[in-house]
């Protein structure tokens, strides 16, 4: 297995871009599950490391939205997620 240097919120926006963010918005379970496809294991619950934690993947999507961080996504976990302008 080939191990992924990325941050969190860079693999989510990676992501957002394979499932078309760049022209839509895509629900925050469809990102963790492609997330999980591309970093096995990374948003995972610790006791239970077969169930994808949505509030890892939520926290990275946020992260991923911040200034700091670069300001790379757009949205919430209402409409969800897109790549910024």
């Not at 496809?37 to 999507?61: E, H, M, T």
């Not at 209402?78 to 790549?83: N, P």
Request: with cysteine; charged share 25%.
């Amino acid at each position: 297995m080939v191990e992924i240097n990325l941050t969190n919120p860079q693999i989510v926006t990676l992501v957002v871009a394979q499932l078309g963010g760049d022209q839509k918005f895509v629900d925050r379970e469809d990102i963790a599950v492609q997330a999980n496809v591309l970093a096995p294991g990374r948003f995972c619950w610790r006791k239970y490391p077969q169930y994808i934690d949505l509030d890892s993947v939520g926290v990275a999507l946020r992260d991923a939205k911040k200034e700091k961080n670069g300001a790379l996504l757009v949205g919430d976990n209402t409409k969800g997620w897109m790549l910024s302008p």
